[in-house]
């Protein structure tokens, strides 16, 4: 964690290399690099966390979470069934409602009622942001 210029991103890829090293190249996608906005996201090389995770985009009113049915479910689950990290990049502009719709989610997905479905989550930024 830290203010810009500490070397985050420089973190995010080692981890990112170091567990694609480990898994031997063997499984597609085993970390997400999520960010709570597209900015952020492409920062990290990573993607938003609507996208990650098939989130409702509400324009007026929190995220709340609408659980997926049938092929959209099956495919979020195909495409992340070799997941072993999460990591998510300013996490500090995250809701908790978002953060709460994550969990769900991951549980739905891996059908694992342990936290996140069983998967790490790895949270990065400036945790001062929060107080603020």
Same mark, same amino acid.
């Given at each position: 964690?830290?203010?810009? !210029? *500490?070397?985050k991103s420089y973190l995010i890829k080692i981890i990112c290399n170091?567990?694609?090293? $480990?898994?031997?190249?063997?499984?597609?996608?085993?970390?997400?690099?999520?960010?709570?906005? !597209? *900015?952020?996201a492409r920062a990290v090389k990573g993607t938003t966390l609507h996208k990650a995770?098939? $989130?409702?985009?509400?324009k007026d009113s929190a995220v709340q979470h609408k659980p997926l049915r049938g092929l959209q479910l099956q495919n979020l689950r195909n495409s992340i069934r070799?997941?072993?990290?999460?990591?998510?990049?300013?996490?500090?502009?995250?809701s908790y409602e978002v953060f709460r719709t994550i969990h769900l989610r991951l549980q739905e997905v891996f059908k694992n009622t342990e936290l996140f479905g069983g998967i790490s989550v790895?949270?990065?930024?400036?945790?001062e942001i929060i107080n603020q």
């Open positions: 964690m830290g203010s810009g !210029g *500490v070397g170091h567990i694609k090293f $480990l898994t031997f190249g063997d499984l597609s996608n085993p970390v997400i690099v999520a960010a709570p906005t !597209g *900015v952020a995770f098939k $989130l409702p985009v509400e070799n997941l072993k990290l999460v990591i998510i990049d300013e996490f500090s502009m995250m790895l949270l990065v930024g400036n945790a």
